[in-house]
């Protein structure tokens, strides 16, 4: 079967940083770019950042190009998300996936979230 698990979410303090991790089984996890997308309560679904399948290209989205960091080892089939400055608005369910993009936000598997809550 097919699994993806993200872990590493918490509650931090508006500036605190955190690191995502999220790990595969099941496929071929080197032969998927991989996307980390967050869904915050009553809002839609956002695409964050994603890393190519050999982990030398990586692409963000606005709000977090400069604050976060997608990294990848695929020798341990699990993908990172390093989340820095960490804003309110940061808060939401993140997820990780297989994206055949680019363009980004073409979504495979799935795996389930880890919570993360920016709050004083």
């Known amino acids: 079967d097919v699994q993806l698990q993200a872990s590493g979410g918490g509650l931090v303090q508006p500036g605190g940083s955190l690191t995502l991790s999220c790990a595969g089984s099941g496929f071929t996890f080197a032969n998927y770019d991989m996307s980390w997308v967050r869904q915050a309560p009553g809002k839609e679904r956002e695409w964050v950042s994603a890393i190519n399948s050999r982990g030398f290209l990586t692409y963000y989205a606005g709000p977090v190009k400069g604050r976060f960091t997608i990294s990848r080892d695929n020798a341990k089939n699990t993908i990172y998300l390093r989340m820095n400055n960490l804003k309110p608005e940061d808060t939401a369910v993140y997820y990780c996936?297989?994206?055949?993009?680019?363009?980004?936000?073409?979504?495979?598997?799935w795996g389930q979230g880890t919570q993360v809550t920016v709050s004083s």
């Open positions: 996936a297989t994206d055949s993009g680019p363009p980004y936000g073409r979504y495979g598997y």
